[in-house]
């Protein structure tokens, strides 16, 4: 079986006990995580959480200290040319050639990519309002953005890595920058890792949702099984209580005397069960954001 076969019918990312120390720092710390195939997944955390780090030992640019990493079963520190050709990458900083034109810049990475889409990239150049003659370096922060994502989506790559593709842009920006990722993943195989700390954002798009903590995976579930076994559940009981009485599957509670109002992580038919079973009864039960679900986790 080739390389290139024996890739494509793996998952597009997966990463075993992996570790990253920067001096005394962990940045990840015995992260595991599979990512199938098809779909966005949203990966959310705050600042310094870990996101950016991951997303580096996946392009290859950082070589594990412990653990493994595979991009469709293939090690990007062994296997450079064969990883970064199915990668299509956005970074926070649009790290990008300022001394060109666009249509220069469209020209000069059609020559690294066999797979380069010009009629592609030419829709989304016109799309995105920007001009074959303009020079990077003139270009508007929002443009710059636009044309970073263009690079990363003309060669239809089967993984595209977003590194907090819409940080510090304006809300027209932001809504082009996600119809595009639905654009790109409504061709039917192909996979988005999506970063941010925008949970609106990663609302919109994401399918899936991994939340990175200190280093830490946290939790990883589709959005919709996220959203149902979340929930907001105020109980009243027949006497007071100093403290929360512990309720099965909460992971926060605010209150006082006899009303208490938790986060739970269980389905509806659970917490009845068990707030029954401590003699209380349910006076309030409300959906949670995505925004408040990450909160919930990561204050617990």
């Keep these: 079986m080739t390389e290139t076969t024996f890739a494509a019918s793996e ?6 006990h992996l570790t990253r120390r920067f001096g005394a720092t962990k940045a990840l710390d015995d992260v595991s995580l599979t990512v199938p ?10 600042n310094g959480a870990g996101k950016t780090t991951l997303i580096k030992h996946l392009l290859g640019l950082y070589r594990p200290q ?25 970074s926070e900083d649009r790290d990008l050639p300022l001394w060109m034109r666009v249509g220069e810049l469209l020209r000069y990475c059609q020559a690294f990519y066999s797979r380069w889409d010009m009629r592609f990239a030419e829709e989304l150049r016109d ?12 270009l508007s922060r929002g443009q710059r953005a636009r044309a970073s994502l263009l690079v990363a989506l003309a060669y239809r790559p089967d993984l595209l890595l977003l590194d907090e593709p819409s940080a510090g842009l304006d809300p027209v ?13 409504a061709d039917e195989g192909r996979t988005v ?17 991994a939340i990175i903590h200190r280093g830490q995976i946290v939790l990883t ?13 105020t109980l009243r009981f027949d006497r007071h209580f100093d403290r929360p009485p512990e309720l099965t599957g909460a992971i926060s509670a605010t209150g006082e005397d006899c009303e208490w ?8 038919e659970q917490i009845r069960i068990a707030a029954t079973a401590m003699g209380a009864t349910i006076v309030g039960e409300d959906r949670l954001t995505l925004d408040e679900i990450f909160v919930s986790h990561i204050q617990g």
């Design 37 to 46: 195939r098809g779909g966005v997944l949203g990966l959310i955390g705050g």
């Design 193 to 209: 890792i999506f970063s941010s700390h925008l949970l609106d954002e990663v609302e919109r798009v994401a399918d899936r949702i």
């Design 261 to 268: 109002t938790y986060v739970c992580s269980h389905d509806r």
């Design 173 to 185: 920006v932001r809504r082009d920058i996600l119809g595009a990722i639905i654009r790109t993943i």
């Design 11 to 16: 998952p597009p990312v997966e990463v075993c």
């Design 127 to 138: 799309a995105f309002d920007l001009g074959p003659q303009a020079r990077v370096k003139t």
């Design 221 to 233: 579930a589709s959005l919709d099984e996220l959203k149902e076994t979340h929930r907001r559940v």
């Design 66 to 90: 412990s653990g493994t990493v595979r991009v469709f079963g293939l090690d990007p520190i062994q296997h450079p040319i064969e990883t970064l050709s199915q990668i299509g990458y956005m």
